[in-house]
């Protein structure tokens, strides 16, 4: 049986439910907002759902699919299992685990502007693996920080499908699109609504609660040579030493689009 729950609606382009810049700041890797959006949503998500919870004897948390290099909902997706572990705690109930769909990308396209059939077009060339003996018979609870067309959802069904997963599944979404009017290209307008050029991308990576995610990486090593060397200058040479790390551990440096600005960090 599947569930799902959404803590904004998204009703209108032009009055946004939730706030848009923190919004943006997340998905580049601010995780004071994941922290923030993450504990409003369990808290709207338990409001609703608290039976669920505590009837179930087993339950597994996943993010979004991804291999190496956590999405922008992986964090968001840690400080849930953290309210919902201690939810659980108090109630006398074992604690929830942690599982991945382990995802091979294949496209460096934005697909933030793309339509569900596009979305769905996109990362069918993907390559997908998940444990079914780990999450078999349990409720699996699949958080993500935004459905515009569920193009996710959609994917994520055809896996559980093709394993052969059984079990209770619930998806938990921060925001959903529920005006089908509106363009699905709303998604960029929300995750670039703060980032406008370099210098916000300087200034998000150098705070303090900054973390690589896929977004950011990607965003980065699409530069060109003038703007990458750039930021190589406003950042310290741990996080361009880490950046290269994470880059290399999901295989961009065997994506033409990808492998310049890598070699501009190696050299």
Do not use: W
């Amino acid at each position: 049986m599947n569930l799902r729950y959404s803590l904004h609606k998204i009703h209108s382009a032009e009055n946004c439910p939730f706030d848009a810049n923190g919004y943006s700041y997340f998905k580049f890797g601010d995780k004071s907002y994941a922290k923030k959006f993450a504990k409003d949503l369990f808290d709207g998500f338990i409001a609703v759902h608290k039976e669920v919870l505590l009837s179930a004897a087993e339950i597994v948390i996943l993010p979004s699919p991804y291999l190496s290099i956590p999405t922008a909902s992986n964090f968001l997706c840690f400080y849930f299992k953290k309210y919902l572990n201690h939810f659980l705690f108090a109630n006398n109930r074992k604690t929830c685990i942690e599982s991945k769909i382990y995802r091979n990308q294949t496209y460096v396209t934005d697909y933030g502007n793309l339509d569900f059939e596009q979305r769905v077009s996109l990362i069918s060339n993907d390559t997908y693996y998940v444990d079914k003996n780990f999450i078999n018979n349990k409720l699996c609870i699949f958080v993500d920080d935004i459905k515009i067309t569920g193009s996710h959802e959609h994917t994520v069904n055809k896996i559980l499908s093709e394993y052969q997963v059984n079990g209770q599944f619930i998806f938990v979404y921060f925001a959903e699109l529920l005006n089908k009017d509106i363009h699905p290209k709303i998604e960029n307008f929300y995750n670039y609504h703060a980032i406008k050029n370099i210098e916000d991308i300087v200034k998000i990576i150098n705070r303090p609660d900054f973390e690589f995610n896929t977004r950011i990486i990607k965003y980065v090593l699409n530069f060109d040579q003038e703007q990458f060397t750039y930021l190589l200058t406003k950042i310290s040479k741990e996080k361009v030493k880490h950046l290269f790390h994470l880059a290399i551990s999901n295989n961009y440096h065997q994506i033409i689009e990808y492998q310049i600005n890598i070699n501009r960090i190696k050299n």
